[in-house]
C-alpha cells in the first residue's frame, strides 16, 4: 500500500493568503497539511464568512464538492506559508477500492469533522457571543493565536469591536 500511496500523491507549498480551491471549481483534490494553516470559507455579501481551520496532521478539502464532485460554496486559502501532501480524487478512490484500511482511515476522519460541524452548529445556535469565543479557542486550542481576528470574528458570526470587547474581559 506505501507505494501505491507515494506514487499518487504529491508534495505542493502555498504562500499566504493563496487560493487552495476556488468555489468556481469542482474540488478535485484533497490536502493533507504537513506545516502551516488553512481556512475554508464562502462569501456572503460580499464578505468572506470563515467556516472551518486545518492545521498541521489535518487533510483539508471542500467535502460536499470533494465527495460529489460538483460545485460548492467553499474557498479554501492559506492563512500562512503551507507544505501539503495532495491527493487526487481519482487516486484516493484506487486507494479505497484496493485498501481497505485506506478506506477505514477516511471513514474515522470523517466522523470527526461530522462531530466538530455538529458541535459549531450547536454553538452557533445556542451560546452567546463570549461562549462562543471559549468555544473556539477550546476547539482552535492549539491554532487560534494564528488566526487573524477578522477571520475570528466572521467564524463567530460577530464583528471585529465584538471579539476585541470580549478578548479584553477575558
Known amino acids: 500500500m506505501k507505494s501505491e500511496l507515494v506514487k499518487r500523491i504529491h508534495f505542493k507549498t502555498f504562500k499566504k493568503g493563496e487560493l487552495v480551491h476556488d ?21 456572503k455579501e460580499g464578505k468572506e464568512i470563515s467556516e472551518y481551520f486545518c492545521e498541521e496532521g489535518e487533510w483539508v478539502n471542500s467535502p460536499r464538492s470533494f465527495m460529489q464532485r460538483q460545485l460548492d ?62 468555544h473556539f479557542c477550546a476547539t482552535y486550542q492549539g491554532i487560534y493565536h494564528r488566526i487573524p481576528l477578522g477571520m475570528i470574528a466572521s467564524y463567530l458570526g460577530i464583528t471585529q469591536e465584538t471579539l476585541s470587547r470580549i478578548r479584553a474581559r477575558k
Do not use: W
Not at 486507494?95 to 459549531?120: C, D, Q
Open 23 to 43: 468555489a468556481n471549481t469542482v474540488c478535485t483534490k484533497s490536502y493533507f497539511i504537513q506545516k502551516g494553516l488553512l481556512r475554508g470559507y464562502f462569501i
Open 73 to 134: 460554496i467553499y474557498y479554501i486559502d492559506a492563512i500562512e506559508d503551507t507544505d501539503v501532501f495532495c491527493l487526487h480524487v481519482h487516486d484516493l478512490v484506487y486507494l479505497f477500492e484496493n485498501f481497505p484500511e485506506m478506506e477505514r482511515y477516511a471513514r474515522l476522519s470523517m466522523g470527526t469533522v461530522f462531530g466538530h460541524f455538529m458541535e459549531r452548529i450547536t454553538s452557533l445556535r445556542f451560546t452567546t457571543a463570549q461562549e462562543k469565543y471559549l
